[in-house]
């Protein structure tokens, strides 16, 4: 049996269990805040009920664990390499949201023989019996592993600010993402964030801006989500290693990140929003090796 025949099995056989919604958030650029959106929209999600566990693909950089100001004792590595077990990897934060440090981890799974991938799945598999939804937090800019988590998704939420420098790296991230073999549009949902607006109106026309540019020459149909305004307090709460939405959920920043949660969670648009789950999603990225 070929490992494409087991990853099939593995996702029929998983098929009868309840999925995860898996929201996979990125950018073009480093510094357009892509991880306090995860991270706030986590904490607005279990505010409204959901389970949710953080996945912190973002190679060689702790954003996720340094802005929950917790230190995870396990990360992605020790489940691949030490024998331990997909709850022993999971860090719980504030409000109970889990977070997954991927360290090298997932990077090192094209190493990895068969056997052993199909073990890795079927671990990560059962986060789908933890977690309403998972968030996935990638790297910034444009790298193959990035690309990798993106053609895997089927929701990805696209954070852009307007600096004339993220616009355009938006761009270059969308068009790589439409050339990749593996990228299928009509099962991918593309969602964007304007964040550090001045107003509600500026985000409106920078997502026009390039969704215009998107629609003439890539034909990617994309959405539009909200804003989220330039906040002081946000910027205090990042030194706080605290989510403004837990550090102050009045704040303006924290109101946005409420508005976009609800909307990703209003019932229609969850009914557009078919669940994967993580064996599916993870299968994804080990059959395009």
């Known amino acids: 049996m070929d490992q494409a ?53 973002d190679f060689g950089l702790a954003n996720i664990e340094i802005m929950f100001g917790a230190v995870p004792k ?44 199909m073990y890795i799945i079927k671990n990560l598999a059962e986060l789908d019996a933890i977690a309403d939804i998972i968030i996935v937090d990638t790297g910034a800019g444009i790298n193959d592993a990035v690309l990798e988590f993106l053609v895997a998704s089927g929701e990805i939420l696209l954070v852009t600010t307007p600096e004339p420098t993220s616009i355009t790296d938006s761009y270059s991230l969308l068009k790589a993402l439409y050339r990749h073999p593996r990228f299928r549009e009509d ?4 969602k964007m964030i304007s964040n550090r607006v001045e107003k509600e109106s500026e985000g409106a026309v920078l997502f026009n801006k390039l969704n215009a540019v ?13 804003s989220v305004p330039q906040d002081n307090q946000l910027i205090k709460a990042v030194m706080q290693q605290t989510p403004i939405s837990i550090a102050n959920p009045t704040a303006k920043s924290s109101l946005a990140y409420e508005k976009i949660a609800a909307r990703l969670l209003d019932k229609e648009e969850e009914q557009r929003q078919p669940k994967r789950g993580m064996a599916a999603f993870f299968s994804h990225i080990v059959s395009g090796r």
């Open 74 to 117: 396990h990360n992605l590595c020790d489940l691949i390499y030490q024998g331990k077990n997909i709850k022993e990897i999971i860090t719980w934060g504030p409000m109970e949201v889990g977070f997954i440090s991927g360290g090298s981890g997932i990077a090192g799974m094209s190493n990895l023989s068969r056997d052993y991938l």
């Open 187 to 190: 099962d991918t949902k593309i």
């Open 214 to 226: 998107v629609a003439r020459y890539l034909k990617i149909p994309m959405t539009y989500l909200g």
């Open 5 to 57: 025949e087991q990853l099939r099995i593995i996702k029929a056989n998983m098929q009868s269990r309840p999925l995860s919604r898996v929201i996979t958030v990125t950018s073009g650029k480093g510094g357009v805040g892509k991880s306090n959106t995860a991270i706030n929209l986590a904490i607005q999600f279990r505010k409204m009920g959901k389970r949710v566990i953080i996945l912190d693909a």
